[in-house]
């Protein structure tokens, strides 16, 4: 994307592209900052994923629905109308990546999981 030193996956510069045009609708660094943020979001969620599973005894898949029910609240605009912390589609990944973090990628829904595969050629 750009000289940064910070590899953007190409499943989250997705989430910025329009099925109709091939360029992202944002710029390279609003793109990288979105990523740091997302990036850190599923780092500092580990532990927490971590105590649910064993706090609870709930399967993965379970803790995996639970944080993204917890993201998607921080992706509904405020009361004031003001746009959320994380968009929906950033939520999504923020999951995803977490699950891989976690080596949890076999427990995510076949709906999630289309968030972060790969395109078809």
Known sequence: MDDSQIHIPDSFVRLFVRPDR???RHRAAEIAQRFEICDDMAAA???RAQELQFGLGITEADVLDKLLES???LAAPGADGAPGALSGPEARWVVCHLAEQLGWLDHLSPTLLAAVAEPPP
Do not use: A, G, I, S
């Open 22 to 24: 091939p360029v992202p």
């Open 45 to 47: 969620l580990v532990p």
């Open 71 to 73: 993201l998607l609240v």
